[in-house]
Antibody, heavy 123, light 110 residues
């Protein structure tokens, strides 16, 4: 089965931290850009961050720059999102998505998406 | 980075065609041919239906087509079918090495 499976979501207090994981199986992970995208309840998609295939290049949306860190472990086909200083505005379903292969010359956010993990920031 | 502008809703009858617009700026949609469209059914993950303005991933019906003119991209769904009813989101690469999504359009098949 081709899948991306996110985990690590849950209830966290304002100001707290959370680390999300995304495990890839049945599809190429190494060699591909990876992205995190979130969706607040009833709202639209918001791009958060991306990382290149070897982890040497990362980019972030202004809304999370300095608070979120993206990383990957290619030996375990796993993508991570470390989220710090969380606020109510960070409450959302967080999706990981596979980007194009590095060097492919293609540009898109996700040809494969996980089902998402819900993060709720509340006291 | 401001979200791209999409109409909140669109509709069409089965068999008809409908076009959804996505307006950005000269720093995103107008600057790059890197506009994508995603389809999202309720409670489901998004699915890529168009990338790089007009390319279709394998398995996406040719009823889905994309185009761009200046700062506005468009998604056309021809021969509407009931299963096309979903939310559609455009996205674009930006000059800040970021990506930005549109606010989404709810497509209703009447």
């Amino acid at each position: 089965d081709v899948q991306l499976v996110e985990s690590g979501g849950g209830l966290v207090q304002p100001g707290g931290s959370l680390r999300l994981s995304c495990v890839a199986s049945g599809l190429a992970f190494n060699g591909h850009w990876m992205h995190w995208v979130r969706q607040a309840p009833g709202k639209g998609l918001v791009w958060l961050s991306r990382i290149n295939s070897d982890g040497s290049r990362t980019d972030f949306a202004d809304s999370v720059k300095g608070r979120f860190t993206i990383s990957r472990d290619n030996t375990k086909n796993t993508l991570f999102l470390q989220m710090n200083s969380l606020g109510a505005e960070d409450t959302a379903v967080y999706y990981c998505a596979r980007g194009p292969g590095s060097g492919s010359g293609s540009y898109y956010v996700g040809d494969y998406w996980g089902q998402g993990t819900l993060v709720t920031v509340s006291s | 980075q401001s979200a791209l502008t999409q109409p909140p809703s669109a509709s069409g009858s089965p068999g008809q065609s409908v076009t959804i617009s996505c307006t950005g700026t000269s720093s995103d949609v107008g600057a790059y041919n890197y506009v994508s469209w995603h389809q999202q059914h309720p409670g489901k993950a998004p699915k890529l239906v168009i990338y790089e303005v007009s390319k279709r991933p394998s398995g996406v019906p040719d009823r889905f087509s994309g185009s761009k003119s200046g700062n506005t991209a468009s998604l056309t769904v021809s021969g509407l079918q009931a299963e096309d009813e979903a939310d559609y989101y455009c996205s674009s690469f930006t000059g800040s090495n970021n990506w930005v999504f549109g606010g989404g359009t709810k497509l209703t098949v009447l």
